[in-house]
């Protein structure tokens, strides 16, 4: 391989995403390295003493990895339509014992400033971003401080603005990944075009070394995206039944089911277009939904969360891309290896 990446060490050009909400953990992004890959500790969501210990956990294994952070990017809501929409789902949080009208607006940038403190005071080998492009300047001071800096684009045009801004690599996501797109344009759904095609239209446009990442679940998806021009892959589905996910209990067992539920791109769960398995909080609410990250997130977390413990799939978010049916109950360093078959 011969990127970046390549003087971090990675050998297996099929890297770990970050997994934010608890498939992410400290001892997936170790195993990968330790299968010659690289993960990605998943910032957003978390405050700063955890991102602390778990970058301090993985560091101390010696092992090169990346720090992912969600860039503040708010899409303020509407408060009629954020009342609305509360008003909708309420029974929905009431058969867990949630109380959603007692929950305001909060549109918070997820501790952004903290975090870029803490790594340009810390410095980890690689960061990457999501959901928008941060200031050149942060960029230049994370390349000063020695760090890879990554960016996740879902479209050429995105491409050259990343471009533009000085990042070192370039994430490029189809619509087909789990969970949220990166895409800076969150009040549009991301055009579904397959990864192949988005590689070369992104490659056609600027010349940064890109890792392929949305819905990469075979080998031979893998060596088409390498084939289309990225120099890695980049999975995240296929990890999130590996043994060291964090993902919960509902979650992993949504996947297998028997039922094929498929997966549809929706901002019912948080506000910002996301693909997950389809349930009855996507059937029922991904219509009503209004735009507007992070309010509507903050307004269905505690609902998710008791519906987690409840082990109740269906008022869940429960990501996925469209390779889900192919995820394996294996250790991280396998999954990995397995799609590197054809390489
Ligand atoms: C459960 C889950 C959580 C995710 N969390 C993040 C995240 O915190 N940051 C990020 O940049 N991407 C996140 N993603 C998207 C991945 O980085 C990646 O683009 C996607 O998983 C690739 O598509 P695949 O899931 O089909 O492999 C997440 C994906 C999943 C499935």
């Known amino acids: 391989m011969n990127s970046p990446l390549a003087d971090l060490g990675v050998r297996t050009p099929v890297l770990a995403a970050p997994m934010a909400g608890g498939p992410g953990t400290p001892a997936l992004v ?3 390295a330790q299968a010659d890959s690289l993960g990605f500790l998943a910032a957003g969501y978390k405050d700063v003493a955890t991102l ?8 101390d294994n010696g092992v090169p990895f990346g720090v992912n952070l969600f860039v503040p990017s708010p899409q303020p809501i509407d408060p009629a339509a954020f009342q609305d929409y509360a008003r909708a789902i309420a029974p929905e949080a009431h058969a867990h014992g949630v109380d959603v009208r007692t929950i305001g607006i909060v549109e918070d940038d997820d501790r952004w400033h903290e975090k870029i403190e803490l790594l340009l005071s810390q410095p980890v080998p690689a960061v990457s971003f999501t959901f928008a492009l941060p200031d050149a300047a942060v960029i230049r001071s994370l390349r000063a401080a020695g760090t890879l800096v990554i960016q996740t684009v879902t479209s050429p045009a995105e491409a050259a603005q990343a471009a533009e801004a ?11 990944a789990g969970g949220h797109s990166g895409t800076f344009t969150p009040q549009h759904t991301p055009a579904s075009v397959p990864l192949p095609q988005l590689l070369a239209a992104v490659r056609h446009t600027v010349s940064l070394p890109l890792i392929g990442a949305g819905g990469l679940a075979t080998p031979d998806q893998v060596a088409g995206a390498l084939r289309a021009g990225a120099g890695a892959a980049m999975v995240g589905t296929a990890l999130l039944r590996a043994d060291e996910a964090g993902t919960s209990l509902p979650h992993r067992t949504a996947l297998t089911a028997p039922t094929d539920r498929g997966t549809t791109v929706t901002r019912a769960f948080t506000g910002r277009p996301a693909r997950a398995l389809r349930n009855h909080f ?8 209004p735009g507007g990250y992070p309010a509507v997130h903050h ?3 505690p609902m998710r969360r008791a519906a987690t413990a409840a082990q109740d799939p269906e008022r869940i978010n429960l990501w996925a891309g469209t390779g889900y049916r192919q995820t394996r ?7 990995l290896q397995g ?3 054809t390489l």
């Open 339 to 341: 799609l590197t078959t």
């Open 30 to 32: 170790v195993a990968a």
């Open 52 to 59: 602390t210990e778990q970058i301090a956990e993985v560091r």
């Open 329 to 335: 109950a294996e250790s991280t360093a396998r999954i």
């Open 282 to 289: 996507t059937e029922r609410y991904s219509d009503l939904a």
């Open 299 to 301: 307004l269905t977390s």
């Open 166 to 176: 000085g990042v070192d690599m370039l994430i490029v996501q189809a619509s087909a």
